[in-house]
């Protein structure tokens, strides 16, 4: 008898011990704006923060205010005619914060758009490519910033080629979904709320921005969130707006 309590005891010690070594994260509490709901701005974090495979701890931003976007494949005039459609959606967001252009220079581009197969991608971004076979996807966005979190360029890969989800309608998908990234979202919208945005966690093949895709692009490009802000600083500005 005294054996078992004995025993028993010493189960107790060793569990509380174990329990005192735990170390608990604290959680943050969902934030509201001014004129953004806590649920948006959880949605907004999500986006900015969760990047697969990469730094996803701080917001990035565009280090110019303006975007020379050239498209090495234009013989596609459904998805020409989309990304027209993207950028004219974007300038309404983001002006006078951000301005996306057309070039027909590709030497003065800053957002590359490939429209190809894998090999003819990895011969002309090796860099980015080395990263997209690491990632299963039927897009692809890599972008090169500076220490600063300021993105000075970009490429977009859609593998034309693709044996399956290659139709029209994933190809305009694969377009608003993959812009969205390199505007500086390389995270997805978990939240079922929102599954009707471009970026929502699942495929939803939508080609259309949502309001809250339409919200959250505003918001990114508002002057009080810059590039290189953490959770804290977040939400220190989050709470203003």
């Not at 011990?17 to 943050?28: A, S, Y």
């Not at 002057?223 to 802000?229: D, K, L, Y």
């Amino acid at each position: 008898m005294r054996a078992s309590i004995f025993f028993l005891f010493i189960l107790f010690i060793v569990s509380c011990k174990k329990e005192d070594n735990v170390i608990v994260k604290p959680q943050i509490p969902a934030i509201v704006g001014k004129t953004y709901s806590a649920m948006e701005l959880t949605g907004f974090k999500q986006l900015v923060f969760n990047a697969p495979g990469g730094d996803g701890a701080s917001v990035r931003k565009w280090r110019s205010k303006e975007i020379l976007v050239y498209m090495v494949d234009t013989s596609f005039t459904y998805i020409n005619n989309e990304l027209d459609s993207i950028i004219r959606d974007f300038n309404l967001l983001t002006s006078p914060e951000l301005l996306l252009k057309r070039t027909t220079d590709k030497s003065a581009a800053t957002l590359l758009i490939y429209l190809t197969d894998k090999r003819t991608f990895f011969e002309a971004q090796p860099v980015a490519f080395a990263s997209y076979q690491t990632l299963s996807r039927i897009g692809f966005t890599y972008a090169f910033w500076g220490g600063d979190k300021k993105i000075d360029s970009a490429v977009i890969f859609n593998d034309i080629t693709r044996p399956d989800n290659n139709t029209e309608l994933a190809n305009r998908y694969v377009m608003r979904h993959e812009m969205m990234h390199a505007l500086g979202f390389f995270g997805h919208v978990k939240l079922t709320e929102f599954d009707d945005s471009c970026l929502y966690d699942v495929f939803n093949f939508v080609t259309v921005y949502s309001s809250f895709d339409k919200r959250m692009i505003t918001l990114l490009y508002n002057p009080a969130i810059t590039a290189g802000m953490r959770e804290i600083e977040l939400n220190n500005a989050l709470i203003n707006l």
